[in-house]
């Protein structure tokens, strides 16, 4: 075999120093370097001879090397920490809040025919009331709808369950009825619900909206009932009510509103004047010349009556 060369960079070993910290160690050669005019140190290898080194590699004496990561494990071990406590435990307070909901099932009134009889005649007059009362509004955005009695018992909430129970049918998918009665509230009870707030605990600041509308058993119909945990109700603000439908507006796609009869507060006023269309529910055996001067008090007090609803008791 040839020589096997191997480049020493002998001459004068120059050794550089490795510095760990502010530890200077010197038992590890870094660089060596060959000066100019000097043979280039060798080991002679090959079959059969005796393994020779030339006088300069045979001269270098290797120092001694520690493995690396034991010098690492000596000089960057971890100083001890100590704990520290960031905060002292506290106790925690806690508190409790009834959720209104459903009580008691699928209890609806009778008088509610367009759920217990979808097929009857009666249940598709309110099928084409409904599509009426839609042709007479803008279309577009959500509308809120008045609908109140000329006087009191002449069947304005029962017009309203029922057109309630239609709308959902026709495909308004999220309806809210409003309970607007402060002295006669019914929706409430006729839906066989058990509500423990409502729109006028909502006025007072006692309870959010958003926990005063309940689900009823009509897939898709909400009620805003009009319990108030107060003995007395005081007629309620124009603005407050304004918030109110400004609320209701945009989380459904149709808002029913049941109000006192006119002739029984001023609250039907109120209600009229905020909202985008009133339907006002007379009986159907007194002749509309009867109630031409109470369409002229809604038109004045800044109500859209939109159309009149005539109720007849079958026997």
């Known amino acids: 075999m040839g020589r096997l060369f191997e480049t020493l960079k002998q001459a004068a070993s120059v050794r550089s120093n490795v510095v760990e910290g502010s530890t200077v160690r010197e038992d590890c050669v870094v660089d060596w370097s060959l000066r100019e005019a000097e043979e280039v140190p060798f080991i002679e290898v090959g079959d059969g001879k005796k393994i020779e080194g030339s006088p300069q590699v045979m001269a270098v004496k290797h ?15 971890p100083a001890p920490t100590a704990a520290v406590r960031l905060t002292e435990p506290k106790p925690l307070a806690v508190s409790f809040e009834v959720w209104p909901g459903v009580a008691s099932g699928t209890a609806l009134a009778p008088e509610i025919i367009a759920f217990h009889q979808p097929s009857h005649p009666i249940s598709q007059q309110y099928d084409i009331l409904f599509r009426k009362i839609l042709e007479s509004v803008a279309p577009g955005a959500t509308q809120a709808l008045l609908v109140c009695g000329a006087r009191p018992h002449v069947g304005a909430s029962t017009v309203i369950l029922n057109l309630g129970v239609v709308g959902v049918e026709r495909g308004k998918r999220r309806l809210v009825l409003v309970d607007g009665q402060r002295t006669r509230p019914s929706l409430a009870d006729r839906l066989g619900l058990t509500a423990s707030a409502g729109l ?5 600041g006692n309870v959010g909206l958003e926990q005063a509308v309940v ?9 805003l009932p009009a319990r108030s945990t107060a003995e007395t109700v005081p007629p309620p603000a124009k603005e407050a009510l304004a918030w109110l439908l400004g609320w209701l507006k945009p989380r459904f796609d149709l808002v029913l509103v049941d109000a006192p009869a006119w002739e029984e507060t001023p609250d039907a006023a109120l209600f009229a004047s905020l909202c985008d269309g009133v339907f006002l529910v007379v009986p159907r055996e007194e002749p509309v010349a009867v109630h031409k001067p109470l369409t002229q008090i809604i038109a004045r007090q800044g109500g859209r009556l939109r159309g009149l609803i005539h109720t007849h008791l079958e026997m």
């Open 63 to 77: 120092p001694a090397v520690s493995p690396p990561h034991l010098v690492a494990v000596k000089n960057f071990a």
């Open 200 to 204: 006028y605990d909502a006025l007072a």
């Open 215 to 223: 689900k009823t058993a009509v897939a898709g119909l909400h009620l």
